[in-house]
């Protein structure tokens, strides 16, 4: 079973800076993708951003140039092993529980393992 450990949520003025982290615990197989999620109240839930161990990335419209996502010792191919989301230029819209996905599969949609989630809250 996959663990994921999430960090980094909190609350932040508009126009200013998050950093998210997922880390896996425990895995008994290599992680090929992982991304964040977001569910905003009374949203579906969608996804924000991934990476796969080839250093592909994806990301939502809506935070394209403002959100990075990276991951620790980028020349492992094998295995994901904690990922960040940098998180700038945060709006009031960017509200909302993200929740850490991890998957064996190099894809850009993950989402065979969930995190808890962290709450991120951007004040106008």
């Known amino acids: 079973q996959v663990h994921l450990v999430e960090s980094g949520g909190g609350l932040v003025q508009a126009g200013g800076s998050l950093r998210l982290s997922c880390a896996v615990s425990s895995a008994p197989e290599y992680i090929r993708g992982m991304g964040w999620y977001r569910q905003a109240p009374g949203k579906q839930r969608e996804l924000v951003s991934a990476i796969t161990t080839g250093g592909n990335t994806n990301y939502a419209d809506s935070v394209k140039d403002r959100f990075t996502i990276s991951r620790d010792n980028p020349e492992n191919l094998m295995t994901l092993n904690t990922v960040y989301l940098h998180m700038n230029s945060l709006k009031p819209e960017d509200t909302a529980v993200y929740y850490c996905?991890?998957?064996?599969?190099?894809?850009?949609?993950?989402?065979?393992?969930w995190g808890q989630g962290t709450q991120v809250t951007v004040s106008s």
């Open positions: 996905a991890a998957d064996t599969r190099a894809v850009l949609y993950p989402r065979e393992s």
